[in-house]
């Protein structure tokens, strides 16, 4: 492209955001439900539980489908779904460990049931929101990962034989360059592979907020704008301070993902990193036709640095990711949920991707924190003696995985010994993080260290080959 032109691609791309509204898109639908009144007394139950996300409700949920007569009550700081839960891409994946690559080398021998159980979590996240009546737009699309590189083409297709020789390729599909522009047109594509049910499309806004309403019809106790300050055990329970009044619980199950949980040790094992997005105008059908796209699935590019995107109900494309931001210090503050900079980045790339989509404008700009751990899937545990469960570290891919946590809280919270609880995923947990300003500096070596090999066909420097040594991955 001559200097010019570039000049005037550049202009255009900064033009597009002129209107966009620097909040998620998802939280702004007309739907949305008022809040519920904060605890202001003291309360006592069987089980509370810390935390209005995913994590929170489908535990909740789930332990009152299992025992109708359990008391269960619900804390939120704020109001259901307005931290990740609300600000994600809507992507609700079948995997339990952040894609099959990252599940082989951690736990081959056990793949093939984190497998079977993702995809029967999946089917029965599909099943709920039948049987509840939630309204999220759910799609069963599937996902594409696409290659935008000659050699990124060559792994996806030797990841794809690698997966069809242990059997791990059921529904999954590798498309050259023909077959994934079919698909959805884009001249950057050279490849895809096409998991054709391991994923579905969601309004993510809409099922926290249908999760809630199903807790509520269930008699589940929820109380929004109520933060829990301090845990404690109290007697055979335990006992949660909020700014009113209290709970005491038999049992607690802590779903806080990136804020500091109430048990200080478990903090080092998380770390908040930034994630960006921007939502386009609805298209006109013939801006639709122009990229194709009618079997509607996600996608996300195959670079380190990567890029996540997907239509929406209303043929709008969300486009997020590349740029993951950690904060010196790890500090989770709403100042961080807007950066200007990023959006123009994220525009450049959408029109390089999508250049017939030229003059299209973005609506929405936001970002929002993602509980990151060394291993990039959740990990689990108990405290004291029992009585306490945590799930944490979902590391983006937390829209499906969060029920499969809250059925593992609830096992361990009850003393079962379940084919999940017996899992090496479940039982030991990821390397935590160092302090500052060791944090920091691991975690910006590995983002130069990423940057570097996206633009190097994919080598990894020595920085890289010795964390993926040291099982930390650092692969997307």
Known sequence: MAPSAMSRGKDNWIASLSEAQPVPYWLEDPGKPHAEPALTSAETCDLLVVGGGYSGLWTALNAKERDPQRDVVLLEGREVGWAASGRNGGFCAASLTHGLPNGLARWPDEIHTLEELGRRNLDEIEAAVARHGIDCDFERTGEIDVATETYQAWELRDWHRKMTDQGLADGIEFLDADAVREQVNSPTFEAG???????????????????????????????????ALTLKSYGAGMTVRTPY??????????????FPSLLRRVRSYTVPVYDYALMTEPLTADQLASIGWKNRQGLGDSANQFHYFRLSADNRILWGGYDAIYPYGGRVRAEYDDRPETYAKLAGHFFTCFPQLEGVRFTHAWGGAIDTCSRFSAFFGTAHQGRVAYAAGYTGLGVGATRFGADVMLDLLDGERTERTELEMVRKKPLPFPPEPFAWTGIALTKWSLARADAHGGRRNLWLRTMDRLGLGFDS
Request: a positive charge; glycine letters at 10%; proline letters at 4%.
């Open 245 to 258: 009044g209290a709970v005491r619980a038999r049992r607690v199950a802590l779903g806080t993902n990136i």
């Open 193 to 227: 592979l096409w998991d054709r049910r391991g994923v579905a499309m969601l309004h993510p806004a809409k099922l926290a907020w249908g999760l809630k309403k199903a807790c509520l019809k269930l008699g589940v106790r929820v109380y929004e704008h109520t933060p």
